[in-house]
């Protein structure tokens, strides 16, 4: 049974930093691409940065390139966000997700919301930029 879970979450004041941690397990991190999404309060759920592969180069939305940076580790079966620069628009809950209908490039930053993926998400944890 495949399983994603957040951490790392809490408040942050705004040009602070939090490192994002995602736990995966069921299957390897090399099966899916995974990707981290933000969704805040009425708004559409945003790709922020995904990795087709562990050992390739992210891709990241215009929002937040030069300041958050993903990662993986294969031996812990984990993916990482770090933010830095953090911005009170930058308040929303943050999932990690695997893609499983990726067609290629960066079409992992596309939200698979589909009832039938939710399996793929993990529960989301809050991030509160605020002074």
């Known amino acids: 049974q495949m399983q994603l879970v957040e951490s790392g979450g809490g408040l942050a004041q705004p040009g602070g930093s939090l490192r994002l941690s995602c736990a995966i397990s069921?299957?390897?991190?090399?099966?899916?691409?995974i990707g981290w999404f933000r969704q805040a309060p009425g708004k559409e759920r945003e790709g922020l940065a995904c990795?087709?592969?562990?050992?390739?180069?992210?891709y990241y939305a215009d929002s937040v390139k030069g300041r958050f940076t993903m990662s993986a580790d294969t031996v812990l079966n984990m993916v990482y966000l770090q933010m830095s620069g953090l911005e009170p628009e930058d308040t929303a809950v943050y999932y990690c997700?695997?893609?499983?209908?990726?067609?290629?490039?960066?079409?992992?930053?596309?939200?698979?919301?589909?009832?039938?993926?939710?399996?793929?998400w993990g529960q989301g944890t809050q991030v509160t930029v605020s002074s």
């Open positions: 997700a695997a893609d499983p209908v990726y067609l290629g490039g960066s079409s992992c930053l596309i939200p698979a919301t589909d009832s039938r993926w939710d399996d793929y």
């Open positions: 069921g299957f390897p991190l090399d099966r899916y691409p």
């Open positions: 990795l087709p592969k562990p050992d390739t180069m992210p």
